[in-house]
């Protein structure tokens, strides 16, 4: 059984919440249940499953909004003083990270209880016998530091595999951000991506920490608003305003404090990207457009997407069999053989202000159940009780899960964990 997770976003706390209440003890009771659920087979009989795999397909940890870039130092100058600031900064995630960490610590140690089979093909409630789970760990676009900071150190025995792809030959995962026009480094150091995160919504957090009747709030808020795309901060700061504004929470020069405070960053952050290489894409002025859209807006019936920002997205991954991808969104611009084959992780676009349907600043995890290639299944872990985007008729559209029509067993991978 593989199990795919990815976006826990762990920050170092100095300007974002935490991982949500409740999130880490979810997946723990997820994950095991699945491991009783697969067990059975298509017959009706039972067979435990043989191992676990547990992937964590980027993001795990969020070092990008953090006060330690607030000031002149950022993580991709290099130098003495990024350096030390960097594991401050990864040092601090991993300290709030503890329950994650731990919880894939106790699995790696001890593996996970599951029933044993009596000679009826029945589970034995009474008798159970662990299985060996291996874990890895791949490297994001909030977290591609990993390997340099923190390889063979993090706090988790005997230790998971640190690298940026992972394949049984059947399924291949990796995050997946070059495929986003924003996080797309192509050899470049910072992209828009880290520009949007540091100048923009870390500045803004600091802003909001200012505010002292909006400083409880700070956080999780900020939260929200570097877990999903940058295109959608100012739509979901939008939803957060008229939230507060429905419940009477915040005064009218409070929530004038708050849109001055981003509009500020906003203006601050295009002062600073007209300064990156990567100002421009696919003949789009990328940065120019940013910052008209991030623009707070009047409420919309049907906010529209930014079709400047469709138009420069990649439309093709590698041939497999299956593709998980951590980073894209579910409504990603893609072509019919991308919806053929590949499963995408990242929270969706924000399509309406009222916040009711956003997974912004949650993690999102699938399971993957492979006993051949014509048997496979790919099933949503329940991480939260929100209804997820594109529901369809056959089940195909649930948050990005598009499952492989095609058999094609010319393919025989090893796996591999690509650390270069």
């Not at 979810?26 to 659920?37: I, K, Q, W």
């Not at 994650?100 to 001890?110: E, T």
């Not at 990796?174 to 100048?199: C, F, K, M, V, Y």
Request: aromatic letters at 6%; a positive charge; hydrophobic letters at 40%.
């Amino acid at each position: 059984m593989l199990v795919v997770t990815s976006n826990w976003c762990v920050s170092d706390g100095t300007l974002s919440a935490g991982i949500p209440r409740g999130f880490v003890e979810r997946f723990r009771a997820e994950v095991r249940r699945s491991s009783l659920r697969c067990g059975f087979r298509r017959e009706g009989s039972y067979r435990p499953i043989d191992a676990v795999d547990v992937v964590l397909a980027g993001d795990t940890f969020d070092w990008l909004v953090s006060r330690e870039w607030t000031g002149d130092v950022r993580p991709w100058d290099g130098g003495r003083r990024a350096g030390a600031a960097l594991q401050r900064v990864a040092t601090g995630s991993l300290r709030r990270g503890n329950r994650l960490l731990a919880m894939l610590a106790a699995w790696m140690r001890r593996g996970i209880e599951v029933p044993v089979a009596d000679r009826r093909g029945r589970p034995q409630s009474a008798v159970s016998r662990p299985v060996p789970v291996r874990v890895a760990v791949l490297c994001g676009d909030r977290d591609r530091w990993l390997e340099k900071v923190i390889s063979g150190s993090l706090p988790v025995a005997p230790g998971p595999v640190v690298g940026t792809t992972w394949s049984d030959g059947d399924v291949t995962v990796r995050h997946g951000a070059e495929l986003d026009p924003l996080s797309a480094a192509n050899g470049r150091e910072p992209t828009l991506g880290d520009s949007l995160a540091i100048d923009l919504i870390g500045r803004f957090g600091v802003s909001l920490h200012d505010i002292a009747i909006l400083r409880p709030l700070a956080a999780g808020l900020l939260r929200c608003l570097a877990g999903g795309c940058p295109i959608d901060a100012p739509r979901r700061l939008g939803g957060w305003l008229e939230a507060h504004d429905r419940g009477a929470t915040l005064s009218e020069a409070t929530r004038q404090e708050a849109a001055d405070a981003w509009h500020r960053a906003v203006a601050h952050w295009h002062r600073a990207a007209r300064r990156l290489p990567c100002c421009v894409a696919g003949g789009v002025d990328l940065v120019g457009r940013i910052a008209e859209w991030l623009e707070l807006q009047p409420a919309m019936a049907a906010p529209p997407r930014a079709p400047w920002f469709d138009k420069v997205v990649p439309m093709e991954v590698e041939g497999s069999a299956t593709v998980v991808l951590g980073h894209p969104p579910a409504d990603i611009g893609s072509s019919a053989a991308w919806q053929r084959q590949v499963v995408c992780l990242g929270p969706r676009s924000c399509h309406t202000r009222n916040g009711l349907d956003d997974d912004s600043g949650t993690p999102a995890a699938v399971i993957v159940i492979s006993p051949g290639r014509a048997d496979q299944r790919i099933e949503w872990l329940q991480m939260t009780t929100m209804k997820r985007f594109g529901d369809q008729e056959d089940g195909r559209g649930e948050r990005g899960v598009w499952l492989s029509s095609e058999a094609d067993d010319s393919r025989a991978l090893r796996r591999i964990v690509d650390a270069a």
